[in-house]
């Protein structure tokens, strides 16, 4: 069964920083790439970023680049989320999905882990 476990978020103050984990388990990690979605109070669905099975390629969503560091330890069976410089519109909850082999569709989700910033 394949399970996806996030970890990390919490109430931060506006500057300041989170690290968010989802730990994988019940699939070969290390063959599939991943991303993080937000979801926003209220709001649709926001991709923030992937990485490739290998960490070859990183993308992200404009409202992340330049805060958010996405990375993997396939070793661990782990995905992260570094959030810098946190700002009251990055508040969400954060998801880690799996993406389909070979495609960018998702098709098994975590359950979330709420961020909160404060102003």
């Known amino acids: 069964e394949v399970q996806l476990v996030e970890s990390g978020g919490g109430l931060v103050h506006a500057g300041g920083s989170l690290r968010l984990s989802c730990a994988a388990s019940g699939f070969t990690f290390s063959s599939y790439s991943m991303t993080w979605v937000r979801q926003a109070p209220g709001k649709g669905l926001e991709w923030v970023s992937r990485?490739?099975?290998?960490?070859?390629?990183?993308t992200y969503a404009d409202s992340a680049k330049g805060r958010f560091t996405i990375s993997r330890d396939n070793a661990k069976n782990t995905l992260y989320l570094q959030m810098n410089s946190l700002k009251p519109e990055d508040a969400a909850v954060y998801y880690c999905?799996?993406?389909?082999?070979?495609?960018?569709?998702?098709?098994?989700w975590g359950q979330g882990t709420q961020v909160t910033v404060s102003s």
């Open positions: 999905a799996k993406y389909v082999l070979g495609s960018w569709g998702i098709d098994y």
């Open positions: 990485i490739t099975s290998a960490g070859g390629t990183i």
